[in-house]
């Protein structure tokens, strides 16, 4: 399952390690796909170039 998280008084989840602005600290985790705020877009674009890889 996938860790999504995201850093508080933020809106945005990440769920690629290798994002950028991946939260190491001071963060909230859900361990299955957010049903609310957005989704990185850093993030979206790792998987979808690491998928093609």
Known sequence: MIEYRLK?????????????KWPTFDYEVSRGEPTWGTKCQECQQKQTTEDVE
């Not at 508080?8 to 950028?20: F, I, N, P, Q, S």
Request: proline share 0%; net charge negative.
């Open 8 to 20: 508080k008084d933020t809106d945005v989840w990440h769920w690629v390690h290798t994002c950028t």
